[in-house]
Nanobody, 119 residues
């Protein structure tokens, strides 16, 4: 079983920075892709950034050049450095850790952390 915990959200002014952290506790389970998603009020959950176990990254166009995802494979931890934050970045940010299962890939979600950017 994989347990995912996020931290690091908060309130920041536009132009400011925040760093989110996420750790997946996965005893004897291999974690493949880890990533960040976000969901704003009234909107669907959307991809922010992902980091594969082999080092490949992927970013949403809206955050390219402002957000950086990094990963510590040994600790199953992923970070999201968010710079030049905008009010439209306000959302609940969720961490996801993908693990293999008998039925395919399992998506393991954290509880989410609120990021609020004031104008």
């Amino acid at each position: 079983q994989v347990h995912v915990v996020e931290s690091g959200g908060g309130l920041v002014q536009a132009g400011g920075s925040l760093r989110l952290s996420c750790t997946a506790s996965a005893r004897n389970i291999r974690i493949n892709v880890m990533g960040w998603y976000r969901q704003a009020p009234g909107k669907q959950r959307e991809l922010v950034a992902t980091f594969t176990s082999t080092g490949n990254t992927n970013y949403a166009d809206s955050v390219k050049g402002r957000f950086t995802i990094s990963r510590d494979n040994a600790e199953n931890t992923v970070y999201l450095q968010m710079n030049s934050l905008k009010p439209e970045d306000t959302a609940v940010y969720y961490c996801n850790a993908e693990s293999p299962s008998l039925y395919g890939t399992k998506w393991n979600w954290g509880q989410g952390t609120q990021v609020t950017v004031s104008s």
